[in-house]
């Protein structure tokens, strides 16, 4: 694969459809793209789009051992309805393992730690072998996130792709309605923004969709989207 001008991609990509982004890494990557999902309700775009562009693409689902049962049900509901090819994913120690060794309270007293067991590290041994990675992140989700690019590179791993980076809410939920998509069961009990079960609350009116994860504490990403500098790695 010929080196890639990571500079001008983005400027040709800022306004793209998130289908003709899909479409180029498709062609560019081929087998050697992937992408990951959370299974939510606003994942379904994305995970329509992939299926009706690139079916044979694996999407990585990470199963910490903390999903609510509505979320590992409406995975396995999508699976179904998109035919999608989904790989799971696992943190290298077993849940009751880590309880045993942290306490049942470890997503309280260090979330950040919970979140590098149960997700980031699962997620790094996932991606071995693959040169792009696709994800639904957006814009208009964290302050964090308003400041990535579409295409991000990585010290060590593969080139991320966020097709979805300028869509809002308004448009993610327009295309549900128009492409007729299931939801999570729970959205209509408020979980607007849904991760592990003891992290994530029901959103109260007013509040931005992601108030109901890690509530109570300034947390706002899990890790996996973070832009780590070379001492940061070393440090895990």
Request: hydrophobic share 35%.
């Amino acid at each position: 694969m010929a080196r890639l001008n990571i500079n001008l991609l983005n400027n040709q990509f800022e306004n793209a459809p998130p289908a003709d982004i899909l479409r180029w890494a498709r062609v560019t990557f081929g087998p050697k793209v992937v992408a990951s999902s959370s299974f939510q309700t606003q994942s379904l775009p994305l995970l329509h789009l992939i299926s009706q562009i690139y079916p044979e693409m694996p999407v990585i689902f990470l199963d910490t051992g903390f999903h609510f049962p509505e979320t590992l049900a409406f995975r396995d509901e999508l699976q179904a309805y998109l035919g999608l090819k989904i790989i799971i994913a696992r943190p290298p120690v077993e849940k009751s393992h880590l309880i045993a060794r942290y306490g049942e309270g470890l997503y309280r007293h260090d979330p950040d730690l919970c979140c590098y067991i149960n997700k980031v590290e699962p997620m790094r041994r996932a991606l071995i072998g693959f040169d792009a990675w696709i994800s639904g992140v957006r814009r208009d989700q964290t302050a964090y996130r308003q400041e990535l690019s579409v295409l991000e590179t990585q010290r060590n791993g593969p080139l991320k792709i966020y097709p979805m980076l300028n869509w809002t809410r308004e448009q993610i939920f327009e295309y549900i309605q128009q492409h007729q998509l299931p939801t999570h069961p729970l959205l209509a009990k408020g979980y607007r923004s849904i991760g592990c079960a003891p992290c994530t609350r029901p959103v109260l009116t007013g509040d931005d969709d992601r108030a109901g994860r890690w509530p109570g504490s300034d947390k706002t990403e899990c890790g996996l989207h973070f832009k780590l500098t070379y001492a940061q790695e070393e440090a895990r």
